[in-house]
Antibody, heavy 122, light 106 residues
Framework: EVLLVESGGGLVQPGGSLRLSCAAS????????MHWVRQAPGKGLEYVSA????????YYENSVKGRFTISRDNSKNTLYLQMGSLRPEDMAVYYC???????????????WGQGTMVTVSS | EIVLTQSPGTLSLSPGERATLSCRAS?????LAWYQQKPGQAPRLLMY???TRATGIPDRISGSGSGTDFTLTISRLEPEDFAVYYC?????????FGQGTKVEIK
C-alpha cells in the first residue's frame, strides 16, 4: 500500500522557519517526482512546489519562491520542505503527494498524504 | 496564468440524481484534472487529461471537455460522492486550482 506521512508542522512566529518531512512507503520512492500542495483553513487548494525523482529539477510557485526549498533523500524515502520567512498567509495544511507516473517530469499529484498543519502566528 | 472558475459553488442533490460540475479556464488547456475532497481528508485524484479516469474510479464518474470548458459528471450520486470537487490545471506554470464545488445532500 502506498503511504505518505507528513510531519513537522506546528506553531511558528511570523518570520520564522520550519521544516516539513514526508515519509514514503509502499512504492519505489526514487522513481517518482513529488509535490507539495497546501490548503488554508476553510479554503481551497494551492500548489506549492515539486521535485524530480532524483532531485535534479525543482519547481516553485511565485508565492513561495525564494523562501521555501524542496529537497529529498532517496536513501531515506523522505521528502522535505524547508520553509523560511514565514508569513500569516502561509498558514495551512501542507500535503505531500506522489506524481502520477514514475520517471516523468512533471505530471500531477496522484496519491496524497493526510497533511500537516502549519500555524503562523505571534 | 490560467484562472479556473468552477460553477456552481454548491450543488444540492439527492442520492441517485445526476451531478454536473463545470470548470472554465481563462485560457485553453489540455492538462485538466479533477479531485474529490471529503471533510478532514486529503484530496483524491478522479480524472486527468480532462477525461481519463484515475485508478479505481467508478465509471459513473466521467470527465469531458476541451479548450476552456470542462465538465465532471456523476451519473447517479452515491452517498460517498457528497464532497467538494476541485479542478486543477497542471500543464504549465503556474499550476492552479479552481475554488471548488460542494456537492451536498438535498
Amino acid at each position: 500500500e502506498v503511504l505518505l506521512v507528513e510531519s513537522g508542522g506546528g506553531l511558528v512566529q511570523p518570520g520564522g522557519s520550519l521544516r516539513l518531512s514526508c515519509a514514503a512507503s509502499g512504492f519505489t520512492f526514487s522513481s517518482y517526482a513529488m509535490h507539495w500542495v497546501r490548503q488554508a483553513p476553510g479554503k481551497g487548494l494551492e500548489y506549492v512546489s515539486a521535485i524530480s525523482s532524483k532531485g535534479g529539477n525543482t519547481y516553485y510557485e511565485n508565492s513561495v519562491k525564494g523562501r521555501f526549498t524542496i529537497s529529498r533523500d532517496n536513501s531515506k524515502n523522505t521528502l522535505y520542505l524547508q520553509m523560511g520567512s514565514l508569513r500569516p498567509e502561509d498558514m495551512a495544511v501542507y500535503y505531500c503527494a506522489r506524481d502520477k507516473d514514475p520517471m516523468k517530469w512533471l505530471l500531477l499529484p496522484d496519491i496524497w498524504g493526510q497533511g500537516t498543519m502549519v500555524t503562523v502566528s505571534s | 496564468e490560467i484562472v479556473l472558475t468552477q460553477s456552481p459553488g454548491t450543488l444540492s442533490l439527492s442520492p441517485g440524481e445526476r451531478a454536473t460540475l463545470s470548470c472554465r479556464a481563462s485560457q485553453s488547456t489540455s492538462s485538466l484534472a479533477w479531485y474529490q475532497q471529503k471533510p478532514g481528508q486529503a484530496p483524491r485524484l478522479l480524472m486527468y487529461d480532462a477525461s481519463t479516469r484515475a485508478t479505481g474510479i467508478p465509471d459513473r464518474i466521467s470527465g469531458s471537455g476541451s479548450g476552456t470548458d470542462f465538465t465532471l459528471t456523476i451519473s447517479r450520486l452515491e452517498p460517498e460522492d457528497f464532497a467538494v470537487y476541485y479542478c486543477h490545471h497542471y500543464g504549465r506554470s503556474p499550476r492552479t486550482f479552481g475554488q471548488g464545488t460542494k456537492v451536498e445532500i438535498k
